[in-house]
């Protein structure tokens, strides 16, 4: 299980942006979501989902927006789960919380924290050599990405933006679409290692218990 706690950066000194991002993120993947996003305190809100590329996939949206800090906790849940989001407890809500604490002090303003604490290390400082990836990009090189990223082909791109397909390949290039692309996949396979190799050890010490 994966939850996220968000927390607005500099909430004080401008305008409260949760309630609109909750709506959003509500809006595209709740049908993904084990738990909606859900307002917590004040301009934080945390989600909960068993789905490891959507977990990435909103973490990597809230960060390249650049107002949020944002905690990834891995780990089990309470069940039955509540129906509301403030209601849930577990270790992955308790991870996420002090990932979001350690976030909050971070360059890229991002932490992750799991039930394996060295691979949940591994994974954090991966993804932070991919938010430096991302952080490098120009914004012709996220109009590139984001089109190709909408299933838009590199004919298609040069078509739309007005430019040569040679220079869509430079943006491409320059802005590592290509390493994004096998970095993230490569990324999602060892989230779901790590939540399934924690859900295997936990029905193992269950059966010792017995």
Same mark, same amino acid.
């Given at each position: 299980?994966?939850?996220?706690?968000?927390?607005?950066?500099?909430?004080?000194?401008?305008?409260?942006?949760?309630?609109?991002?909750?709506?959003?993120?509500?809006?595209?993947?709740?049908?993904?979501?084990?738990?909606?996003?859900?307002? $917590?305190?004040?301009?934080?809100?945390?989600?909960? $989902?068993?789905? %490891?590329?959507?977990?990435?996939?909103?973490?990597?949206?809230?960060?390249?927006?650049?107002?949020?800090?944002?905690?990834?906790?891995?780990?089990?849940?309470?069940?039955?789960?509540?129906?509301?989001?403030?209601?849930?407890?577990?270790?992955?809500?308790?991870?996420?919380?002090?990932?979001? $604490?350690?976030?909050?002090?971070?360059?890229?303003?991002?932490?992750?924290?799991?039930?394996?604490?060295?691979?949940?290390?591994?994974?954090?400082?991966?993804?932070?050599?991919?938010?430096?990836?991302?952080?490098?990009? $120009?914004?012709?090189?996220?109009?590139? %990405?984001?089109?190709?990223?909408?299933?838009?082909?590199?004919?298609?791109?040069?078509?739309?933006?007005?430019?040569?397909?040679?220079?869509?390949?430079?943006?491409?290039?320059?802005?590592?679409?290509?390493?994004?692309?096998?970095?993230?996949?490569?990324?999602?396979?060892?989230?779901?290692?790590?939540?399934?190799? %924690?859900?295997?050890?936990?029905?193992?010490?269950?059966?010792?218990?017995?």
């Amino acid at each position: 299980m994966f939850v996220l706690t968000v927390d607005q950066i500099a909430s004080r000194s401008g305008p409260d942006r949760a309630g609109t991002v909750i709506e959003s993120i509500n809006d595209r993947f709740g049908d993904r979501l084990l738990l909606t996003a859900e307002r $917590t305190a004040g301009d934080e809100f945390q989600l909960a $989902t068993e789905d %490891a590329d959507l977990a990435l996939t909103i973490a990597l949206d809230l960060l390249r927006d650049r107002g949020w800090s944002v905690g990834i906790g891995q780990g089990d849940v309470r069940r039955p789960l509540p129906e509301s989001t403030r209601a849930a407890t577990g270790p992955a809500f308790y991870a996420a919380r002090d990932a979001v $604490t350690r976030a909050k002090r971070a360059p890229f303003r991002f932490a992750l924290d799991a039930a394996d604490r060295e691979r949940g290390a591994d994974l954090e400082a991966l993804i932070v050599l991919l938010l430096h990836l991302r952080d490098r990009r $120009t914004a012709g090189g996220w109009e590139v %990405a984001d089109l190709l990223a909408s299933g838009t082909t590199q004919t298609e791109a040069a078509e739309r933006l007005g430019i040569t397909e040679s220079s869509v390949s430079r943006r491409v290039a320059a802005a590592g679409v290509r390493a994004e692309a096998a970095a993230t996949t490569a990324l999602v396979r060892l989230l779901v290692a790590l939540d399934q190799d %924690a859900d295997t050890s936990d029905t193992v010490d269950r059966k010792d218990e017995r």
